[in-house]
C-alpha cells in the first residue's frame, strides 16, 4: 500500500459555466464558436467543449439581438436600451455605437459584403445602417406589428431586403424592400399569406425561392421571380425556425441517397430544407411535392410549457458550413448538434452533442462507473443530465420524473453495470441503468419529496432513501434483468419513522451494516440493516443536519451542519470526538477524503474547505462560487472532486499538493542557479545583465544595491540609462513599484529618485502613462518625492546662514585675502623690519603694565600676540632650515 499522503492544496477547473439564457445568439461560419446572450452580457463560447472563450459587457440591459459579420470579425448587439453597437472581436472592445429605433431591436442580419446592418424593431420600422459610418442609410416602414426578422439576399449583386412581422388581428406579412433606389417604392412586394407571426426566413441556393415560417403551423414557398405563392405547407405544429439544406453537405447526400433508394430522381430546381417547432422534433422536407421525406421519432428535448399555455420544445435552428451539421436551440437553453446519415436503406437522425447553457442551481451530483468518465447532475428540473468530462458535453438525459429531482447516488452493480438512483418531489424514487439510458425500477411509498438516496457499498442490491414525510425505507433491488423493457416496481424491505422532521441525508456504511439519517430535527441517528433498529442518536447541533458520512476506516460519521460546524462523532457512544468551526455560514456537505485522515467541505458561504482530522486544522480554502454550494462529489479512484451550487457552476478540483511540491522545487532550483548567475554578472561588471536577473528572481533589494552601486560609479547616468533601455514594460512598472518602496524610507530615497530621473530622461512619458496600474504608483510616489525636495530646500536655505556666519569670522573669504600670499608677506615684512616689530613688542610691553578694567581682554589680547610671536618666531626659525 502507497504511504498515506495528505492534501495541501487543489487546483480549480471550471467545468460548465452559465453561458446561455435564452434569446438570441449567432453561429460562426465555421461553426468553431457560437455568441450568446447572457443577461445583460455576451458569452463567446467555444462549440467543441462548451468553454468560455470571453465575455462581453453590456449597458445593463437585456440583449435582444445578435448577428456576425460574413468574416467573423464583428459582431452586432443591441439591447432594450435601444443601443446599437459594434464589436471588434480580435480586441473585444466596442468600435462604435449609435442609437436610431423607438423601441427595442428585435432583430438584425449583416450584408454579405459585410458593409450594411439591417435591424428591425418593436417600433414597426426596418432600418438599414452603414457599417463603418454608423449611418442610417435606408428607412422603411409599413409593417403593423414587431418586424420579428430580417434577412438580405443571399447574393450580394441582388440588392434585396426581406423582413417578416406580426401585424396583430390574425394577420402577418413578409415585405421585400429595393436597397437600390433604382425604383419609386422602396417596398417591392408584400407577402401576405400567414396568420400568426413571421419567425423564420430562408432562401434556396438558386437564390429564386423564398421559404417564409411562423406560428400559424404553415411554412410557405414564394417565388421571387414575381413574388408568387408557389406551395403552401401544413406542419402541424408553431414553426421557429426554417433552414435550408445545402447541395453539398452530408444531409443533402444522404437525402440523395435516400431518394434514389426510393428511386425517385430529383429534379434541378429540388431543394431540402428543415423545420423545427414547438413539438421538439426534426422534419426535414422536399420541396417536390410538399413531401416530409423524414420526420424524428423520438424527441431529444422535453417540450415546456407557457405561461399563456403553448408548448415550446425548438426555438430556433441553423445549418452549419461544410459537414457539422444542424444546431437546434431548445426552450430550456439548449445546443444540440445533428449529423444526418443514410443507412440500412433508412434516414437516421444523430444527436453527435449537447451543450447546455444554463443549468440553473445544482442540486447534486455523482460520478458515474468504474472509470468515473461521466457526472450526473441533479439540477431544478424533473430530468437529471449526464455530462462527459473529456468534452464537458451533455451526453445523455435521464427523463421520466414529474417533478424536481432532488438527490441521486451511483453505483457499479455485481454484474459491472453502471446504475443511478434518483429521488424527486414527485415522492417517488427511480433506478436507472446509464449504459442504456433507461428506468429499470420505480419505488412508489413515500408520502414526501424524496430528498436523500443511497447504494448499499458492498453488495449493492439494496438502496435507502429518506424523504420529508420523516421516513426511512430501505429498497430492494432484486428483480433487474439484463433485457428489460419495462420498468419494475421497487418493494420496500423495511421502513421506519426515524425523525422528526424533514431528512436531508443519508449514508449507509462502508460493510453494508449500518445506515445513518440527518435530519431538520439537528439530530443524526444511525440504524442497523437490514431492519432499521436505532443504534445512537447524536445530538449536539444547534441547527438542522444537511450532510452525514461514514468514515472508511473508522467507526465515526462527520456530520455538517447549518450552525456553521463539521462535527465527528463516536458510533459506539454517540459522543462528540472533533468539532471543525470556520464556515460563515452554513455548512452544506461534508465528505472524508484521503483514507479518512481529511475532509472536504463546501457551504453556503460560497466556500469549498478542507481540513485534517488529527490536528483540527483548515489546511485551504477556496472561494470559487458566488452561491451556495449545494453539491460536493469526490471520485473514488483519483479523489478527484465536483462541486455545483446556486450560481449554475460546477467545478472540477484535482489533487495538485505534488505538482505543487515539485513546482516549487524546481522554483528553487532555477533560483540557486539564476543567484549564481547574478554574482557572476557583477564580479564580470555585466550590470545590465545583472539587473535583468534581478527582476526575474523578484530580489527588490539586490536591485537597490546594484543601482546604488551603479550611482557611485564615474559615468553614473550611462550605466543606468545603458541598464534601463533593456527593460520590457511589465519590467519597467515592477521597477516603477520596487522605486515608489525605496522611495518611503529617507536612506533610500537617493537611489530611487536618481533612478527615476532617468526613467523619465529615458521614456517619452506618454509612454509611461500607458502601463497598466501606472496611476497607482504615481500617487504613492509623487507625496513621498514632494517631501524630499521640501526637505532638501530646507537644507539648502540652512547652509546661506552658515556661509553667512562662516563669511562673518572670516574663515572663508577666498577672494580678498588668499591664505598663502599673506604669510609669505608677514613673514618677508618681519625680516626686513625686524626694528618695527621689536617696537610693537615694547609697545605691548607697556599696554600690560598700564591698569585696566578689562584684564580678561588684555589677557586674551596678549595671548593672542603671544601665539603670534611664537608663529612668527616658528617662522623665523623655519626660514633658514628651508633655506
Known sequence: MEPLRLKANYRCVPALQQFYTGGPYAVSSDGSFIVCACADSIKIVDSANSSIRSTLDGDSESVTALALSPNDELLFSASHSRQIRVWDLSTLKCIRSWKGHDGPVMSMASHPSGGLLATGGADRKVLVWDVDGGFCTHFFKGHGGVVSCVMFHPDPEKQILFSGSDDGGDHATVRVWDLSKTKKKNCIATLDNHRSAVTSMAISEDGWTLLSAGRDKVVTLWDLHDYSNKKTLITNEAVEAVCVIGTGSPFASSLDSYRQNLKKLAGSQVFYFVTVGERGIVRIWSSEGSVCMFEQKASDVTASIDEDGSRRGFTSAVTLASDQGLICVTADQQFLFYSLEFAEKLLKLNLTKRLVGYN???????????????????????????????????????????????????????????????????????????????????????????????????????????????????????????????????????????????????????????????????????????????????????????????????????????????????????????????????????????????????????????????????????????????????????????????????????????????????????????????????????????????????KPHRLYELLSELCRKQGAEDHVDKALKALGNEELCTLFSYVREWNTKPKLCYVSQFVLFRVFNIFPPTEIVQMKGIGEVLEGLIPYSQRHFSRIDRLVRSTFLLDYILSGMSVIDPETQPPEPKAEFSLQSEIENPDKVKGIEEEDHTQENTPSKKRKSNKSRRGSHKKVKGDVAYNKVSIPLEA
Not at 467 to 483: F, I, P, Q, R
Not at 563 to 578: E, N, Q
Open 360 to 698: 440553473e442551481e445544482v442540486v447534486d451530483m455523482k460520478f458515474i462507473g468504474d472509470d468515473e468518465k461521466f457526472l450526473a447532475l441533479a439540477t431544478n428540473l424533473e430530468q437529471v443530465r449526464v455530462y462527459d468530462l473529456a468534452s464537458m458535453s451533455c451526453s445523455y438525459v435521464l427523463a421520466g420524473h414529474t417533478e424536481i429531482v432532488l438527490c441521486l447516488d451511483t453505483c457499479v452493480s455485481s454484474s459491472g453495470k453502471s446504475l443511478i438512483v434518483t429521488g424527486s418531489k414527485d415522492n417517488t424514487v427511480r433506478l436507472w441503468e446509464s449504459e442504456s439510458r433507461s428506468c429499470v425500477g420505480v419505488g412508489i411509498g413515500h408520502m414526501g419529496a424524496v430528498g436523500a438516496v443511497a447504494f448499499s457499498k458492498r453488495k449493492r442490491d439494496f438502496f435507502v432513501s429518506g424523504s420529508s414525510d420523516h421516513t426511512l425505507k430501505v429498497w430492494s433491488m432484486d428483480g433487474l434483468s439484463d433485457n428489460m423493457t419495462v420498468p419494475i416496481n421497487l418493494k420496500a424491505k423495511a421502513v421506519v419513522a426515524a425523525h422528526d422532521k424533514d431528512i436531508n441525508s443519508v449514508a449507509v456504511a462502508p460493510n453494508d451494516s449500518l445506515v445513518c439519517s440527518g435530519s431538520q430535527d439537528r439530530t443524526a441517528c444511525v440504524w442497523k440493516l437490514p431492519d432499521l433498529v436505532s443504534v445512537v442518536v447524536f445530538k449536539g447541533h444547534k441547527r438542522g443536519i444537511w450532510s452525514v458520512e461514514f468514515s472508511p476506516v473508522d467507526q465515526c460519521v462527520v456530520t455538517a451542519s447549518g450552525d456553521k460546524t463539521i462535527r465527528i462523532w463516536a458510533i459506539s457512544d454517540g459522543s462528540c470526538l472533533k468539532t471543525f468551526e470556520g464556515h460563515t455560514s452554513s455548512v452544506l456537505r461534508a465528505l472524508f477524503v484521503t483514507r479518512g485522515t481529511q475532509i472536504v467541505s463546501s457551504g453556503a458561504d460560497g466556500l469549498v474547505k478542507l481540513w485534517t482530522v488529527k490536528t483540527n486544522e483548515c489546511v485551504a480554502t477556496y472561494d470559487n462560487h458566488e452561491d451556495k454550494v449545494w453539491a460536493l462529489a469526490a471520485s473514488r479512484k483519483t479523489e478527484m472532486l465536483a462541486t455545483g451550487g446556486s450560481d449554475a457552476l460546477v467545478n472540477l478540483w484535482f489533487d495538485s499538493t505534488a505538482a505543487d511540491k515539485e513546482e516549487a522545487f524546481q522554483k528553487e532550483e532555477l533560483g540557486v542557479l539564476k543567484g549564481q548567475e547574478l554574482e557572476n554578472a557583477v564580479l564580470d561588471a555585466n550590470y545590465g545583465k545583472a539587473i535583468q536577473i534581478a527582476f526575474e528572481l523578484r
